[in-house]
C-alpha cells in the first residue's frame, strides 16, 4: 500500500502531498489522517505529516527504489472525511498558511485509544436524608447541590459525564457528599450489579416538550426547511426564541436521519444554554469546549463519528466535527468576533461553516440580533435567505427605552463623577425597588497586565511586545506564547517595588459605585475575577439568585445571559470601541450598545437603559439607541462604499514575520514594490507598516493591507503576493500569513 503525505513543511513549493510506502506492519494504523513520522529530503530528517490518501500502486512516475518507508504512525488517527480533507484544502486556498496547517486545524489530532472508564454516582442515602438535604441546600443557597439533589431524586444512579458536565458539579462538592456518607462511586469495570446501572441510565432520556411556536418562529422554521438556498439569515431581536427555531430545527433535521452542529461563542455557552438542548434530545448531545483535554474531545468526536451523538455543540472546533452525515450548522450569535481564529489559518468561522454546508449538502443558519453588515448586505442581494423575528417571545417582554447621556455637558454642570446624574437618579430608584443594575464598561484591553507604578514600564514577555499577566498562582504568564516567570521584586527598569496588575477600569467602576451607592451589595465581573475554573459561573450564578444588587463588568456580562430582575443597564464609555483602528469599529460598537441593552427588562417589567458617551451624535450610538439596525446599516453602507471597505470590497492583510526585524521589513516593502508592478488587477494598498503588536514569539512582524473589488481579484492578488514572497524569502526563515 501508498500513502499520500503531507508535511509540516513551511515552503510553498513543498506544500503538497508526497507519495510513500506504507509498511506491512504499520498497514492497520496508517489510514487516512492519521499523523505520522516521514523521512524527507537528502538528510531523511524525520518531520511530521498527515495521511491525506491511500492507494495500492506507486504512482507510474515514480520508480519504486525512490519511494521511502513511512516510518511511523503516531497515533490512530480518526479516519477523516473526504470533506474534511476538501475543507482543509479549501480553508488553505481562501486563509494562507499551509496545508499542514490547515489539517491540524480540521482533524483532532491527539486521539488516545485508551478506552475511558465511566464513573458512576450513586445516591446512598434514604428518601428522607434526600429531601432532608434538599431543603437545607435549598435554604443555604447552595445552589451546585440542589442542582445534583434534584438529580438523584429522579435517577439514584447519574453517569459521572452528566454529573461533571451537565449538572456542572465540582470536586469538592461531591467529595462534600461523600464524607456526608450519602454517595459511592463505581466505574464501569468494577463489575457488581452493572446492569442495574444501565437500567437506571437508560431512563435518562429527553424530558422537554417543545413549546408551541409563535406565527414569527413556524414561518422561520417552515420557511428555513422548504428554502433553495445553502445560508439563511435568522436576524432576531435579543429574546425574541431564535433557540426555540434552532431546536425545532434540529429536530426536523435528526428525523431525517441527518446530524446538527451548533456553535455558540464560549463565553455564553453556559450551563442554562446547553441545559435547553440536552432536555430536549438527551443523550443525543455533547458538547465540547476548550477546557476539555484533547483526548476527550477526540473521544467525543469519535462517537459523533460512530453515530452515537448526532447534535454537537460548542465554540468554533465544533465546526469539524466529523459527522458522516450533516445536515444543518447553527452558528448563533454569528456576528462575534470570536469566531474568527486567532492562529494561522486565521479563518472566518462563518465562511468555513459555509464550505463545510456546501461540501456536506446541509443548511447553514446564522442566528443574530446585530447581524454584521456583510452579511446582512449578502441577504438584500438574495445570496442568503432572510428570516426575521421581530418580536420578544415572552408576552409583554418590551426592548428597553434607551437615553443617551452626553458626558460633556455633566463636565459643564461640574458633575466629575463617572457616573452621570441621571444613571445615579436611577440606580437609586432601583435599589429602592429591589430590582437589579448592570453597569458595562465598554472597553477591552489587557486587563491583569502588569506594570511598574512608579515609571509606568510594563513587564514584556521577552518573545513578544505585550504586557504580562499575573495569574493566581503568583507567576506571570504571557497570554499569546505561553511564557512564564516569577513576577520579579522590582522594576528592572527603575528599581521600584510598585509593581502591579492594573485592571481594565472596572476595579475603579466598582470603587466608585461603592462610595456612591454604599448600601448596594456589588459584584464585578472581568477577566481577574473570573480567573479561577468556574469564577465566571459562580458570579453569573450570584447575581442570578439576587445575592447582588448591582453587577459591573466588561463585554462579558453583556453576553447573552438572562436575568429577569435586571431593569437598568448603565454604559459607561460608550464610544471607546469607536477608537479602535479598525474598519468594523462601528459595528463593534453598535453590536456591544444593542446587546447591553437587550440586557435590560427581559421579563415583564420593563427596562431602562442609559448610554453615557462623548460622542451622542454618533450614527451607531444613536442607531443603538433607537434600537433600529437599519438607521445603523445605511449610514455604515456609505461609509464602506465610500472607502471599498466590505461588503462594497474585500479587505486583506498580509503578515510577514521574521526573527530579524530589518530584514523582515525590507523584505515586505520589496514584495510590495514587486507586487505593484505585477499587479494582475486593480487593487487598493495600505502599508506596509508594523503590527500593533509588533513582536510575537521573536518574531517581528509586518503588515501590508490590500482592497479589492471581489472575492476573485482578492484570490488573484493573494496568489501573486505569495509568489513574489516564496521567491523573495528563498530559504530564509520569514513566515507569511493573510487573514482580514
Ligand atoms: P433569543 O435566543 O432569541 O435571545 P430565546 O430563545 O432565549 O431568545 O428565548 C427567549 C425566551 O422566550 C426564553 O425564555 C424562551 O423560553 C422563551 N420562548 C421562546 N419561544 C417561545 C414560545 N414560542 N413560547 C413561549 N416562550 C418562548
Ligand atoms: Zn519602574
Ligand atoms: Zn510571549
Do not use: W
Not at 502531498?17 to 498497514?27: G, H, K, N, Q, V
Not at 437589579?436 to 472597553?443: A, D, E, K, T
Amino acid at each position: 500500500m501508498y500513502a499520500e503525505v503531507v508535511i509540516d513543511i513551511n515552503q510553498r513549493d513543498l506544500d503538497r502531498p508526497f507519495t510513500y510506502r506504507i509498511p506491512d506492519d504499520l498497514a492497520d494504523r496508517a489510514v487516512t489522517g492519521a499523523p505520522v513520522r516521514v523521512p524527507f529530503g537528502r538528510s531523511e530528517k524525520l518531520r511530521s505529516g498527515y495521511i491525506i490518501g491511500r492507494f495500492p500502486d506507486p504512482p507510474c512516475d515514480l520508480s519504486e527504489e525512490r519511494i521511502k518507508d513511512i516510518d511511523s504512525v503516531l497515533e490512530r488517527g480518526i479516519g477523516i472525511e473526504d470533506q474534511l480533507r476538501e475543507l482543509a484544502i479549501r480553508m488553505r486556498e481562501r486563509y494562507g498558511g499551509t496545508l499542514y496547517q490547515s489539517l491540524s486545524v480540521v482533524l483532532p489530532n491527539k486521539l488516545k485509544v485508551r478506552p475511558k472508564r465511566e464513573r458512576y454516582f450513586l445516591f446512598v442515602g434514604t428518601d428522607d436524608k434526600l429531601s432532608e438535604m434538599s431543603t437545607a441546600a435549598e435554604q443555604k443557597k447552595h445552589y451546585a447541590k440542589l442542582r445534583l439533589l434534584s438529580a438523584f431524586q429522579e435517577n439514584r444512579v447519574l453517569p459521572g459525564s452528566i454529573v461533571t458536565d451537565r449538572l456542572n458539579i465540582s470536586a469538592s462538592t461531591i467529595r462534600s457528599f461523600i464524607n456526608a456518607g450519602v454517595l459511592e462511586i463505581r466505574s464501569q469495570e468494577s463489575g457488581d450489579d452493572l446492569q442495574a446501572v444501565y437500567d437506571e441510565i437508560s431512563r435518562h432520556k429527553a424530558s422537554a416538550s417543545p413549546k408551541m411556536l409563535n406565527e414569527e418562529q413556524q414561518l422561520a422554521v417552515d420557511g428555513i426547511l422548504r428554502e433553495s438556498r445553502q445560508v439563511s439569515l435568522l436576524f432576531g431581536i435579543t429574546g425574541s426564541g431564535k433557540t426555540e427555531v434552532y431546536l425545532n430545527l434540529i429536530e426536523k433535521v435528526l428525523q431525517q436521519g441527518r446530524e446538527a452542529i451548533v456553535l455558540i461563542p464560549e463565553i455564553a455557552l453556559t450551563y442554562q444554554t446547553v441545559m435547553r438542548f440536552y432536555e430536549r434530545f438527551g443523550d443525543l448531545v455533547s458538547v465540547v469546549h476548550s477546557r476539555l483535554t484533547k483526548g476527550d474531545k477526540c473521544e467525543r468526536f469519535l462517537k459523533a463519528q460512530q453515530g452515537d451523538i448526532r447534535v454537537m455543540i460548542g465554540p468554533r472546533s465544533a465546526l469539524f466535527t466529523p459527522f458522516r452525515n450533516l445536515g444543518l450548522i447553527i452558528i448563533d450569535e454569528f456576528h462575534e468576533p470570536s469566531y474568527i481564529s486567532e492562529q494561522v489559518p486565521k479563518y472566518d468561522t462563518t465562511e468555513a461553516a459555509e464550505m463545510r454546508a456546501e461540501l456536506s449538502g446541509a443548511k447553514l443558519v446564522l442566528g443574530s440580533a446585530t447581524p454584521t453588515v456583510s452579511v446582512y448586505y449578502r441577504a438584500l442581494q438574495g445570496e442568503i435567505a432572510l428570516f426575521r423575528l421581530n418580536a420578544r417571545a415572552v408576552a409583554g417582554a418590551q426592548l428597553p427605552s434607551v437615553e443617551i447621556v452626553d458626558m460633556r455637558e455633566e463636565l459643564h454642570a461640574k458633575n466629575r463623577s463617572i457616573f452621570s446624574r441621571t444613571l445615579q437618579e436611577k440606580i437609586r430608584t432601583r435599589l429602592e425597588k429591589s430590582e437589579q443594575v448592570m453597569l458595562f464598561l465598554n472597553r477591552r484591553g489587557y486587563s491583569g497586565a502588569v506594570s511598574c507604578r512608579a515609571c509606568g514600564e510594563p513587564l514584556n514577555c521577552p518573545h513578544c511586545s505585550v504586557a504580562m499577566k499575573l495569574h493566581r498562582d503568583g507567576m506571570l504568564h504571557c497570554h499569546i506564547c505561553g511564557y512564564e516567570a516569577a513576577m520579579p521584586k522590582a522594576c528592572p527598569q527603575c528599581g521600584s517595588q510598585l509593581l502591579g496588575a492594573f485592571g481594565t477600569g472596572t476595579e475603579k467602576v466598582e470603587e466608585m459605585a461603592k462610595e456612591c451607592f454604599p448600601s448596594a451589595r456589588i459584584l464585578r465581573m472581568d477577566a481577574d475575577t473570573t480567573a479561577g475554573k468556574d469564577g465566571h459561573r459562580e458570579i453569573l450564578e450570584k447575581f442570578l439568585h439576587h445575592e447582588a444588587d448591582i453587577l459591573v463588568g466588561t463585554q462579558m456580562i453583556v453576553k447573552g445571559h438572562d436575568f429577569p430582575n435586571v431593569t437598568l443597564v448603565g454604559v459607561l464609555a460608550a464610544d471607546l470601541s469607536l477608537n479602535i483602528p479598525d474598519y468594523r469599529s462601528s459595528e463593534r460598537t453598535f453590536q456591544l450598545l444593542c446587546q447591553a441593552e437587550g440586557r435590560s427588562g427581559r421579563a415583564s417589567v420593563p427596562g431602562e437603559c442609559v448610554v453615557q458617551t462623548y460622542l451622542p451624535e454618533h450614527y451607531a450610538i444613536q442607531a443603538a439607541a433607537h434600537h433600529d439596525f437599519y438607521e445603523f446599516y445605511r449610514h455604515e453602507m456609505l461609509f464602506r462604499k465610500q472607502l471599498l471597505y466590505p461588503p462594497a470590497g474585500t479587505f486583506t492583510a498580509m503578515i510577514l514575520a521574521g526573527a530579524d526585524a530589518a530584514k523582515t521589513e525590507e523584505t515586505i516593502r520589496r514584495v510590495f514594490s514587486e507586487a505593484m508592478q505585477r499587479l494582475p488587477v486593480p487593487a487598493r494598498f495600505l502599508g506596509p507598516t508594523e503590527m500593533s503588536i509588533y513582536k510575537v514569539k521573536d518574531l517581528y512582524r509586518q503588515v501590508l493591507y490590500f482592497k479589492t473589488q471581489s472575492t476573485e481579484d482578492m484570490i488573484l492578488v493573494k496568489r501573486l503576493l505569495e509568489e513574489i514572497s516564496s521567491e523573495m524569502i528563498g530559504n530564509e526563515r520569514l513566515f507569511i500569513s493573510f487573514e482580514r
